[in-house]
Structures are given as C-alpha cells and as structure tokens.
C-alpha cells in the first residue's frame, strides 16, 4: 500500500477523502487479495491512467497473480467496447438493434487467463465506472450466481468508484498525472 499512500500524499486537500478512501477501501474488504487488486487495476486501467496503474501494480505486489493482472487489462479493454456498444443498444432502445448480431470478438470473457468469476468481477467494475447498464445486470447476475455474495460485489464497485476518483484526483497534480 505504500506505493499507493506515496502517489496521493501531494493531492491536494480538495481529494482529501478520496486519500484516505483509497487506503480503507483496498484494506477492509470482503474480496481476495487478487479480486480486490484485480478490480482496482482494471479501472485504473480503464481510466486511463498509466500511473495509477503502475501504483496498484506494486501496492499489490505478489497478491496479484500475472494471470489476474493479465485478466484485468482485458477485462479493461474488453469493456471499453461492450460498454459503449451495448449502452447504446440499451439507450436507443430499437428492437431492430437488439436482433442484429454483435459480431463484437469476446474470447477472453469466455476463456480467461486466472477465472471466470474473477473477469467477470474485472468486468463489472469497469462497466460500472463506464455506466453501461445491461453489462452491469449481465456481469453481476454471473458473479452472484457464481457464488459472489452481494457484500462482495457491493465492495467490488466501492473499489471502482474509489480508483476512478483517485484517477481524477491524479488529474487534479499534474505533475503526476
């Protein structure tokens, strides 16, 4: 965690809740150490940003498999375009676009490096910080159908939600952004 308390020590006082959230939310938590680290990594990720990426990277350090790290990139850019592709489905709201086939490549989701319930975990956080609905009811219904409890999952988007205001609360320094 120390890379972690390193990168938001100069955020100004304005992201100060979001300092002390990060620390709490990553350390009292209902999730693996992989989940937990998995989840932080691919919003960051899907956030775009690469120093707050390398920061949970190393506040993980062993406690992130390579095979959950891998996972979680995926997941990060797999869901950069389910999100977008299926929101808009879900907001325009045409039948007509609900029978035409995605023919949107998916193999990871279905194949991943660590587990199944750990992508779809990945990919639920990063629907939820991108919004898009329909992922969210898909992802969430596999995870708790996959044995996730609601508390899980509840901790999961708390993460997320977290790691994308440190993501803005890096844009707030620029010098570390």
């Not at 490096?113 to 956080?125: Q, T």
């Not at 609905?133 to 996959?146: L, P």
């Amino acid at each position: 965690m120390e890379a972690l308390q390193k990168l938001a020590a100069p955020w100004p006082d304005a992201a100060r809740d979001i300092r002390l959230n990060l620390s709490s939310v990553l350390q009292q938590t209902s999730l693996s150490p992989a989940q937990k680290f998995g989840v932080a990594l691919a919003v960051a990720q899907a956030a775009r940003c690469p120093t707050l990426a390398s920061a949970i990277t190393a506040a993980a350090g062993a406690e992130l498999p390579p095979a959950s790290h891998d996972d979680a990139l995926a997941a990060a850019a797999l869901m950069a375009m389910n999100n977008v592709y299926y929101r808009f489905r879900h907001l325009v709201g045409k039948p007509e676009y609900e029978q035409l086939p995605a023919r949107l490549r998916m193999q990871r989701l279905a194949n991943p490096a660590s587990n199944k319930l750990d992508f779809e975990l990945f990919s639920l956080a990063v629907s939820a910080v991108n919004g898009c609905g329909t992922c969210m009811q898909a992802h969430e219904r596999v995870v708790i159908e996959g044995g996730l409890t609601t508390t899980q999952v509840h901790d999961a988007v708390r993460i997320a939600a977290t790691v994308h205001a440190a993501a803005v609360a890096l844009a707030m320094t620029p010098a570390l952004a």
